[in-house]
Structure formats: C-alpha cells, structure tokens
C-alpha cells in the first residue's frame, strides 16, 4: 500500500512537471518581440508547424496585439525549415484566419520569410489569391519598407563603424 502511494505522488509529480513545461513551450513557441517602429511587433516562428500550435500562436498574437496597441503584426517564418512543416496542409488556413482576425482589429499582418517548400504550398491555396497579402523575403525588407511607409528613415551615424540599410 505505502509502495502504491509513493507511486502516486510521484505521478503527481510527473503531471505536475509536465504542464509546468507545457506551459513554457507554449510561452516561448512565439515571442512577442517590438520593433523600433512604433506599435509594430515581430514574431519570429521556430519549430514544428501543426495545427494546435497555431491555434496557440494565433492567440498569442491576438492578445499581444490587442494589449499594446499595435497596428503591424510582422510574422517571420525564417528558421521554418521543410522538416518542420508537418501539418502544413492547414498553414494557409491558420494563416488566414489570423490575418483576417487581426484586420478585424484594425491590424495588418505582414508575412516574412517564406522558403520554396511553404511558398508552393501556399499558391494552392486561397491566401496566395489575397491582393492585400503582404510578404517579404527577410525582415530587413519588411521593416524598410515600413519604415519608408511611416516616414521613418534609417541613418548612418558614424560612417566607420556602422552598417547601411
């Protein structure tokens, strides 16, 4: 009896331990990052893309955007690689729903970072028929082009030591 009792705390223990990680991989699984243009956000995604997971993201988002008064959701899918696209039937779907989530709200969501595997997927699908989808191939870009939008402009301010853009 006190061996099935031990066994049980430790169970508890192991469930506990379990959702206390699941929890952080669901907190680290897209960070809300802010961008030097006012009320802009990166969210750069890593790891495997399946539908839970975005539902997850999407959320996450949705909350990020609501809460810090944010008009461009900039979504880099960068560090995707073809291993991590399971699931990838239903991407341009999720994708779709959360783009036209955030233009419910007022925000616009920019597309970052799309490799050739995500990019023939997507022209099958009804998001690549989207007029108003916005996309980039890096980051770079994305913010450039922002910045130029909002009348923001990069400078050097040291020639030696500084990088253009």
Same mark, same amino acid.
């Given at each position: 009896?006190?061996?099935?009792?031990? @066994?049980?705390?430790?169970?508890?223990?192991?469930?506990?331990?379990? /959702?206390?990680?699941?929890?952080?991989?669901k907190d680290i699984s897209a960070p809300i990052i802010p961008s030097i243009l006012p009320e802009t956000i990166l969210v750069p995604i890593v790891g495997n893309l399946f539908p839970e997971r975005f539902d997850v993201i999407n959320a996450k988002v949705l909350k990020a955007a609501n809460a810090e008064n944010v008009t461009t959701v900039v979504m880099d899918f960068t560090a995707i690689t073809e291993k991590e696209l399971?699931? @990838?039937?239903?991407?341009?779907?999720?994708?779709?729903?959360?783009? /036209?989530?955030?233009?419910?709200?007022g925000v616009k969501l920019v597309f970052v970072?799309?490799?050739?595997?995500?990019t023939l997927t997507l022209l099958q699908s009804d998001l690549a028929n989207d007029k108003n989808l916005?996309?980039?191939?890096?980051?770079k870009q994305a913010l450039e082009t922002l910045?130029?939008?909002?009348?923001?402009?990069?400078?050097?301010?040291?020639?030696?030591?500084?990088?253009?853009w």
């Open positions: 009896m006190d061996q099935l009792k031990v @066994l049980q705390q430790e169970n508890d223990r192991l469930r506990e331990e379990l /959702e206390k990680s699941q929890s952080l991989v399971e699931g @990838l039937e239903s991407f341009a779907h999720h994708a779709n729903d959360l783009k /036209e989530a955030l233009h419910l709200m970072g799309f490799g050739p595997k995500l916005e996309t980039y191939l890096t980051f910045a130029a939008k909002r009348g923001y402009g990069f400078v050097k301010l040291n020639e030696q030591n500084s990088t253009t």
